[in-house]
């Protein structure tokens, strides 16, 4: 069986699953074809206004769409601008002053939160700035962080894995002098190219179905179709050259390892927030709900090759490369990329602990689930401090920390568990089932003991069903 005819099998059992099975809502295995041959959609590059004060206004639109997956299938979606499934990336160099101006066209209440943007509280973009149908909020902010890919999606209480899964979410860029001037491909959609990873289910007319039962919220939302910004198993034709990839694990639930068909060497140059300080050779890298990872793979003696990059875990294709036979830039990868400035641990006034649990059904952190009424911690500015996380739990989840990005110290008591390839700086990070970390953290700016910031679980059917807290930054 080929993988066009297997994807297209698993298509239909998914519609069956989804269906109950029953005869009268079965459909043949035809009938949901993914779109043969599509070329990889790469989201727009989104041009700022500048207005008179200098700032850079972002203007994003958020409404219903139609997308399509599937031949002849017009699937309803939540579209951003002009993308009717994501939205267009932001790109900011650090030290510019932006505003991100999100306006509302569905018919519920959304927020937009900047995913691992260093802003003051009232900027974040989480459960307490809702944005109502028709109306228009704004994050404003001067960009104060190094090179990195981060993101923006929904983030209102109990509905964010839902607005996520319908197509609500989209790559913000920031770059900075030392990362421009690093000799590694910078050409963005020719060979600098993000790719949004997600899994999604549909239910047999070809509809995104976001129906999870009790088990489901437990283990998180799953499936085994894959999106790359948006498509089934698209195509993209590179140049025999340095090619760039910006991995996003853009999912609800799903842990993916992510490598090439053949165990093709590449080498992860930053995580989450920022540059490694060495390229690290990797074979694979696992990417949990939330984390970003910058690799780079050597295709200058590959012209007329393909390249199939997987999810290992179920071994299934994610992009077709096609190497085309004109020959792109070729780079001698810097041994050394950034220093970066760390916290010492001897320094750290405190340590909190957060355990990741569950009571009476209802996830917790630390006994409690997510009460918007409730601070949870008050955290001084300025002060270095570690945070050990513990995932009491028979399963997976991940942890997310808003406000500042953290390096970590330890896996499960000893820093020889910490990978090479996360040794950057980081703002959500991996547990596996009955495992602790700990990160050193410090809140360089922002003070504010009035507006909150999250704590969560990314296993996105987790944070909406109690696994969140929140603090303020105190001066």
């Given at each position: 069986m080929n993988r066009r005819s297997f994807l297209t099998l698993s298509l239909y059992t998914s519609a069956l699953l989804l269906s109950g099975c029953g005869t009268s809502s079965r459909v043949s295995v035809t009938e949901l074809k993914p779109i043969k041959n599509r070329q990889l959609p790469i989201p727009p590059l989104l041009d700022p206004t500048p207005d008179d004060q200098g700032v850079k206004h972002f203007n994003l639109t958020i409404q219903k769409s139609f997308h399509t997956f599937f031949d002849g299938v017009q699937t309803t979606t939540y579209g951003i601008n002009e993308s009717s499934y994501l939205g267009p990336t932001l790109l900011m160099k650090n030290g510019d002053r932006v505003k991100i101006n999100y306006t509302n066209h569905l018919d519920e209440t959304i927020t937009m939160h900047g995913h691992g943007m260093h802003v003051p509280a009232q900027m974040d973009g989480g459960p307490h700035q809702p944005i109502l149908p028709n109306a228009t909020w704004s994050a404003e902010y001067r960009v104060k962080q190094n090179a990195s890919t981060n993101w923006y999606h929904p983030h209102f209480m109990g509905k964010t894995a839902e607005q996520v899964y319908y197509g609500l979410a989209g790559l913000i860029i920031v770059e900075d002098k030392e990362s421009s001037q690093l000799n590694i491909p910078h050409n963005y959609g020719i060979d600098d190219i993000p790719l949004v990873l997600q899994d999604r289910r549909f239910n047999a007319n070809g509809a995104l179905d976001y129906s999870p039962s009790r088990r489901e919220i437990m283990h998180g939302y799953q499936s085994d179709i894959f999106l790359v910004n948006g498509a089934i198993e698209p195509t993209f034709t590179a140049q025999a050259g340095w090619l760039r990839l910006r991995l996003l694990n853009g999912s609800n639930a799903g842990v993916y390892e992510v490598g090439f068909h053949n165990e093709r060497l590449f080498y992860q140059i930053a995580s989450d927030n920022s540059l490694l300080e060495k390229p690290v050779p990797l074979t694979s890298v696992r990417l949990s709900p939330g984390e970003r990872a910058e690799i780079i793979v050597d295709l200058s003696n590959d012209a007329g090759n393909t390249l199939i990059l997987k999810e290992l875990n179920h071994q299934k294709d994610l992009l077709t490369i096609n190497v085309s036979t004109a020959f792109g830039a070729t780079y001698t990868l810097p041994n050394q990329l950034t220093t970066l400035v760390k916290e010492d641990p001897a320094t750290a006034v405190r340590t909190r602990q957060f355990t990741l649990g569950m009571q009476r059904g209802t996830f917790t952190i630390n006994g409690q689930s997510m009460d918007i009424n409730v601070i949870n911690e008050y955290v001084p500015i300025d002060q270095v401090e570690i945070?050990?996380?513990?995932?009491?739990?028979?399963?997976?989840?991940?942890?997310?920390?808003?406000?500042?990005?953290?390096?970590?110290?330890?896996?499960?008591?000893?820093?020889?568990?910490?990978?090479?390839?996360?040794?950057?700086?980081?703002?959500t990070v991996y547990l596996p089932p009955n495992s602790r970390v700990k990160v050193i953290v410090r809140m360089r700016d922002y003070a504010d003991a009035q507006a909150p910031y999250m704590y969560h679980c990314h296993f996105l059917e987790h944070e909406d069903h109690g696994m969140m807290g929140q603090f303020v930054v105190t001066p």
């Open positions: 945070w050990e996380i513990t995932n009491s739990m028979m399963m997976p989840h991940n942890f997310h920390i808003h406000a500042t990005h953290f390096l970590i110290l330890e896996r499960d008591g000893s820093a020889a568990n910490v990978l090479e390839n996360e040794k950057g700086y980081k703002d």
